[in-house]
């Protein structure tokens, strides 16, 4: 196999980007192609253009993707180009990013963007932390509550909130909160 022949050297990126080859140039012991970082592109159709005009020199190329970076492992296919989501996706914050990539391994195929924004209820510390303060944001809790009186927010999220909002961890290891839809 010869080294892949890069139009990008720069492996500390953040940005998704995606290893675009052939199946004919692989087939022929090469895995020529070029990293295409996804943002430079307004959609997938824009993108797929730039994935033949990349390998014009073949009348009909069978693109492969052999690499992926800083996107959502559910959206990564060897043989298929990201879906239109991956364009929305773009769009969000990179707290959102985060925080989406952790709700897609949970949910799965059917993740949108627009339940993870009906879902998404922030990064908390802990499962306890947010059932404290979602009491106290609804008024749960007394100004004048005694000292002395302990409430054991551990409890009240595995007991009672846990099973109408889940945790999950991002790739940076954030946890976030999101509720069942």
């Not at 892949?4 to 998704?16: D, I, L, V």
Request: with cysteine.
């Amino acid at each position: 196999m010869k080294t892949p022949e890069h139009t990008q050297t720069n492996t500390s990126s953040t940005e998704p980007r995606l290893y675009v080859g052939t199946y004919a140039k692989y087939n022929a012991g090469s895995i020529g192609g070029a990293w295409l970082t996804l943002s430079d592109y307004a959609d997938r159709e824009g993108f797929l253009a730039a994935c033949r005009e990349l390998h014009k020199d073949e009348a009909d190329p069978e693109l492969m993707f052999q690499d992926f970076e800083n996107f959502p492992r559910a959206w990564y296919s060897e043989s298929g180009a990201p879906e239109a989501i991956l364009w929305e996706w773009l769009d969000l914050r990179d707290d959102e990013r985060l925080a989406f990539g952790a709700y897609v391994d949970n949910i799965g195929d059917g993740a949108t963007i627009e339940g993870f924004r009906e879902a998404w209820q922030g990064q908390w510390d802990s499962g306890a932390d947010f059932a404290q303060q979602i009491a106290e944001d609804c008024g749960y809790i007394p100004k004048d509550l005694p000292s002395w009186i302990v409430i054991d927010w551990e409890a009240s999220w595995k007991c009672n909130l846990g099973f109408d909002y889940f945790e999950a961890d991002d790739a940076d290891g954030n946890n976030h909160i999101f509720r069942n839809c």
